[in-house]
């Protein structure tokens, strides 16, 4: 199996073989995002991803979860993605789902019928970074996309009957709008509903134009304290009517959390502040944080 610069994948896609079936993302302008400067976007030759999976498939025969890189492979037409499905599913008797990472226009330039039609043939959860609700923060950040488009996105593709989990970025908004993209994550991911949310919290990586902003002071970055403040906020706004599976436990985050919003909302919030009360010696230490 071959494999072309980084290489990432969500935290619940740690068992999964993860196949490349694009290089790159699409977009990748986000100006915080460093993941894919090593590589354009482009789409993998179909010879190269089949070959993969028949190499996994004399390797990896129980495979039961896959995972489709690169950053937004559902930028793939039908035509392309429906195959690469039919042969995973062939190839491993026991898969039970496919993930996908995508943009807002990736799902809504897909008609309902082509979403379906993924769905059927285990593609069955979308990841979505959101990042902020708030599109005076996502237009600074270069986002490509409106709150509200990615709320339709989601939406659309929870109707479709994919399950979604939505990301969101503390400390995207910095120190002057901080309050502003709290507020709003917790409203967008309230009218999203999603199955999944989760917060991640910013980390500034050099050669990005986020990092020269924050050199040049265009951009100053919260405290880890307030980062937990913001967190708080986020959930105090987020009002969905089903269960939420709600989680912290990304490496880049000061304070793991977990729970289902809204039954565990109250607990969540007393967690933080007992949190902010203890002070930094309760957080993650920077040297153990991580993309």
């Not at 986000?30 to 993969?52: A, H, I, Q, W």
């Not at 999603?194 to 500034?204: D, Q, R």
């Not at 109250?266 to 993650?284: C, F, N, P, T, Y």
Request: hydrophobic share 40%; net charge neutral; with cysteine.
């Amino acid at each position: 199996m071959q494999y072309l610069g980084t290489v990432i994948r969500p935290p619940s896609e740690a068992e999964s073989y993860i196949l490349q079936v694009t290089y790159g993302c699409s977009h990748n302008k986000c100006t915080f995002c460093p993941t894919y400067l090593d590589k354009s976007f482009r789409v993998r030759p179909v010879n190269e991803v089949m070959g993969d999976i028949e190499i996994a498939q004399n390797l990896m025969p129980q495979t039961r979860r896959v995972f489709l890189a690169d950053g937004n492979a559902l930028v793939l037409s039908n035509q392309k993605l429906m195959p690469i499905l039919d042969t995973l599913n062939s190839s491993f008797p026991g898969l039970q789902r496919v993930g996908i990472y995508a943009n807002a226009g990736d799902i809504l330039r897909k008609t309902d019928q082509e979403l379906k039609e993924l769905s059927a043939k285990k593609l069955l959860i979308i990841y979505i970074g959101l990042e902020s609700g708030s599109n005076r923060v996502l237009k600074k950040v270069n986002k490509g996309a409106t709150a509200e488009e990615m709320i339709e996105a989601v939406n659309k593709a929870q109707n479709a009957g994919f399950k979604v989990s939505v990301i969101g970025l503390l400390g995207l908004g910095g120190t002057d709008l901080w309050k502003e993209h709290a507020v709003a994550t917790g409203k967008a991911v309230s009218a999203m509903n999603p199955l999944y949310f989760s917060l991640l919290t910013l980390m500034i990586v050099p050669g990005t134009e986020l990092y020269r902003q924050w050199e040049e002071k265009e951009f100053i970055l919260s405290e880890p304290l307030d980062m937990l403040r913001e967190m708080r906020v986020v959930i105090e706004n987020i009002n969905v009517s089903s269960g939420c599976i709600f989680r912290t436990n990304h490496a880049s985050n000061y304070l793991s959390l977990a729970g289902r919003l809204p039954n565990d909302k109250e607990r969540l919030l007393k967690v933080i502040d007992q949190a902010l009360a203890e002070g930094e010696s309760r957080l993650r230490p920077e040297f153990l944080r991580g993309l």
